[in-house]
């Protein structure tokens, strides 16, 4: 009886300890990522954006804060929704489609519908992650 005891332990160890040696051999996921630079770039640009339109109501300064709001929505689209934040996948995608309809509404000049605009894009990019910025300190 004592051989059998002896003889299961040293099974179950053996087993353990293949199964630890072979769970590190198999394909890992994506790291997930600890940045996302492009949703900070935009998260700053569009609230340039939305002081424009707001607060100087006038067309030029909105339309060229626009231009450059465009090409910082196009590197974020272009980038895409990093590894491990893929459950913001929708919120992104929303936020996007309003952001290209708040461009087209500033182009035509209606400067109305681009503060409710404006505003409900800050509602849409309040629901994506907020990053913590980290300091290096090497």
């Known amino acids: 009886m004592h051989v059998v005891r002896s003889f299961h332990r040293f099974a179950v160890c053996v087993a353990v ?11 890992r996921s994506q790291p997930t990522v600890k940045s996302w630079p492009e949703l900070q770039t935009l998260r700053e640009s569009a609230y340039s954006l939305e002081v424009a ?12 804060a626009a231009e450059h709001y465009s090409k910082v929505l196009d590197t974020f689209e272009k980038a895409g929704v990093p590894s491990g934040y893929a459950k913001y996948e ?12 708040l461009v087209d509404v500033i182009g035509n000049g209606d400067l109305a519908k681009a503060q409710e605009l404006s505003l409900r894009l800050s509602k849409e990019i309040a629901k994506l992650p907020e990053l913590i910025h980290t300091v290096d300190e090497s």
Not at 53 to 64: M, Y
């Open 17 to 27: 300890v293949g199964l630890v040696t072979l769970g590190g051999c198999g394909l």
């Open 90 to 101: 929708s919120a992104t995608k929303q936020s996007i489609a309003t952001s290209r309809e």
């Open 53 to 64: 339109v707001t607060q100087s109501k006038n067309v030029k300064v909105a339309k060229r």
